[in-house]
């Protein structure tokens, strides 16, 4: 370190190289880096879902569920199985265990599910997939005392708008009805005609199954059709054929049936400020950007505004983007305080162009971890996790460099070579800045090595925080002496009203600093080691005065 320290100081070019190389990176990565509420937790689940309709929920569990969890026992890689059966389908999740290859568990458990072979005929074909984990942005709210179609299809032209833009790509919807057509059947004319409700539900079925329609429930007088596409086959429904006699004529659907267009009818009931509604959740993906998103959802809304039937209304409500920005905000304005402190302190007691490249620190460190997060290097976002590792680290960014400054401006007043008494000033504190870092990174760094969930989450803080702290011991050994070498520390004659004024409150406070180093600090510490209770009476003094 000492000797790459002596390089740069007497290769200033490679200093300031350095120094815009960090910046540069860090503003770079810092405009097309994510924003997301949370950090992402990679996935260590796998989800089986398995729809057998028109069935209890206990039906579920005896004939799908349980025949699900009896495959999978004793598979290699399984944490353990959590089941839920409901009416008409049963999911199964199943958590991988720590450090499992994530892939090799989903084709195993693809193999034993696909190999049962005694799933109940109604039952659907089993999806697997894994259970990808969805960082919640904001909730788009349809809602008015308005009939249920009007609202439905309000809803159904704000969902497509949102999923229409780009920057949104996941979207879940609560309190939305399927289309659905009722075919009420005639019994009474079904018999003059010589038909029966299970030849009408046949006939229809078929009809719809080579149109792509929808889905078919049948009882003895009434057929249900549901689809969440537009129902643009509602007229050639009406027209079906049923009975075509040798002369031509025909009997249609609507001869012997009510065929009414509307919503299923269902317990599931969304309300919001006191009226039916439709929620959509809004989630950011793996690429989307929390604000980003924000404002196209808020876009859209605007947008639709003046598009909606009347009575109905469109809000957004629980917007993540807007707690992000005020983090954001906090971190900006801790950095801004933080960096004039600094300054002021430094230039107060030491000396003006000193204490600038002293705080120089805390921009070119933040920019250095910046840098690293990007998609490139660590693939991490801004998020609450990471802007709160920036937050804490803020304050300790610039010890080092106060510590190294001090020590140069000291060794400076007594050597006249500028840049032997820069090398000397940062030789004379080397170990004992390095370590603090060190010792600060060793605190920080288990946060790392813990593996399950909520480690994962701890590790980006902690990773910020030992980016950060490592850049800021490389400006404090390689970039600052380059500088400080470089700038006079002598106070020389002006006749400037402004910069006279700044020299005097500077030998003043720093007059004042000596005074009570000589009459007050050093004898008190003299007394404390003379006295039978030393160590505890200096630890108490240092602590108020520390304070």
């Known amino acids: 370190m000492s000797a790459l320290t002596e390089w740069f100081v007497k290769n200033p070019v490679a200093a300031n190289l350095l120094a815009l190389l960090v910046i540069l990176g860090g503003l770079f990565t810092l405009t097309g880096i994510r924003i997301e509420g949370f950090p992402k937790i990679p996935p260590s689940y796998i989800s089986v879902d398995i729809s057998y309709p028109d069935t209890s929920a206990e039906q579920v569990d005896r004939s799908v569920a349980r025949k699900v969890e009896k495959s999978l026992e004793g598979l290699p890689g399984i944490k353990k199985t959590i089941s839920t059966s409901f009416e008409g389908a049963a999911r199964i999740l199943v958590q991988k265990e720590t450090g499992y290859d994530m892939i090799r568990l989903l084709n195993d458990v693809k193999t034993r599910v696909d190999g049962i072979g005694n799933f109940p005929q109604k039952s659907e074909r089993p999806i697997i997939s894994v259970d990808e984990f969805k960082d919640f942005a904001l909730l788009v709210q349809v809602y008015g005392d308005v009939d249920k179609k009007t609202l439905q299809q309000a809803a159904r032209l704000v969902e497509l708008e949102l999923k229409a833009d780009p920057k949104i790509s996941k979207i879940e919807s609560f309190g939305k009805k399927q289309r659905e057509l009722r075919i009420e059947l005639d019994v009474k004319r079904l018999k003059v005609f010589g038909l029966s409700a299970e ?3 046949g006939m229809v079925s078929q009809n719809i199954s080579q149109a792509g329609f929808g889905r078919l429930k049948s009882s003895s007088s009434r057929i249900m059709l549901r689809s969440d596409a537009k129902l643009e086959y509602y007229d050639q429904l009406m027209d079906l054929p049923l009975i075509t006699a040798q002369n031509g004529s025909r009997i249609l659907l609507k001869d012997v049936a009510v065929i009414v267009d509307g919503y299923e009818d269902n317990d599931d009931t969304a309300f919001f400020q006191g009226s039916p509604s439709v929620g959509m959740v809004l989630y950011t993906g793996s690429k989307g950007h929390l604000i980003e998103i924000s404002q196209a959802a808020r876009d859209v809304v605007e947008k639709l505004k003046d598009r909606l039937p009347s009575g109905i209304e469109l809000d957004i409500w629980a917007d993540v983007s807007i707690y992000m920005k005020n983090r954001l905000k906090l971190l900006q304005t801790n950095a801004w305080q933080g960096l004039l402190i600094v300054f002021a302190i430094l230039a107060v007691f030491l000396n003006i162009k000193l204490a600038f490249w002293v705080a120089m620190g805390i921009p070119f460190s933040i920019a250095g971890a910046v840098a ?12 609450d996790i990471t802007t709160f590792g920036m937050i804490i680290v ?49 605190a920080f760094y ?48 002006s006749g400037n009203r402004f910069v006279n004024t700044y020299r005097w409150i500077r030998k003043t406070a720093a007059g004042g600093l000596d005074l009570f180093n000589q009459r007050i600090y050093t004898p008190v510490l003299k007394i404390c080691l003379a006295h039978r209770y030393s160590a505890l009476v200096m630890f108490v003094f240092l602590a108020l005065t520390a304070g």
């Open 372 to 383: 690293l997060m990007g998609e490139s290097f660590l693939n991490y976002s801004l998020n």
């Open 446 to 493: 288990p946060l790392m090595l813990i593996k399950n969930d909520f480690g994962k989450i701890l590790a980006s803080f902690a990773m910020v925080v030992c980016i950060a702290l490592l850049f800021s011991l490389i400006e404090s050994k390689l970039v600052l002496p380059a500088h400080l070498a470089s700038i006079s520390i002598q106070s020389q004659s």
């Open 199 to 201: 030849q009408v539900a």
């Open 394 to 442: 803020l304050g300790i960014l610039v010890d080092d460099a106060v510590v190294v400054g001090e020590s140069i401006f000291e060794e400076r007043e007594t050597c006249p070579d500028p840049v032997q008494g820069t090398i000397k000033g940062v030789h004379k504190v080397a170990v004992a800045t390095v370590f603090g870092v060190l010792t600060t990174i060793a």
